[in-house]
């Protein structure tokens, strides 16, 4: 793509992907047909569990629950990762009730955040948690 100018724009999109204790950014620069693929370290905390739930909103990741493979851990904590920066952290919110295999969908209009189903001590949910984006920051 080109500005008024006749200067090239730089198209580069870039997707996250987070499993258990892996995490991975891919970046694809739309000029150079060239894909980087880049390891991003978990916290520890996060990365002891799996079936947790995430969303992205701008550059701030949101992970929700999550379990520990043998079910000895299920969680109700909130973790936010800042993808500039880097940075893990534990938010002082939690949820409701420890959830896992839960689904998480940003509402862009409302700025809501919307928890759908998910298991809780083995338990179907069928729960819908709804907040603001804004509940979620420390």
């Known amino acids: 793509s080109e500005n008024v100018q006749g200067q090239e724009i ?3 999109n870039q997707i ?3 499993k258990e204790n892996t995490g991975l950014s891919i970046e694809y620069d739309e000029n150079k047909n060239d894909f ?3 390891q991003i370290l978990v916290c520890n905390d996060v990365a002891q569990l799996y079936k ?6 701008n550059d701030t990741i949101l992970f929700f629950g999550g379990c520990s493979w043998d079910f000895s851990v299920m969680s109700k904590l909130l973790y936010k990762y800042e993808v500039r920066e880097n940075k893990w952290m ?3 919110n939690t949820l409701p009730i420890q ?3 839960c689904y998480v969908i940003l509402n862009e209009e409302d700025n809501d955040i919307n928890i759908i189903g998910g298991l809780s001590s083995f338990l179907i949910q069928s729960n819908h948690i709804k907040a603001k984006v804004m509940v979620c920051d420390p």
């Open 16 to 18: 996250l992907l987070f």
């Open 10 to 12: 730089a198209k580069i």
């Open 90 to 92: 534990v938010l002082q």
């Open 36 to 38: 980087q693929f880049n």
């Open 52 to 57: 947790y739930a995430y969303v992205c909103i």
């Open 99 to 101: 959830l896992y295999d």
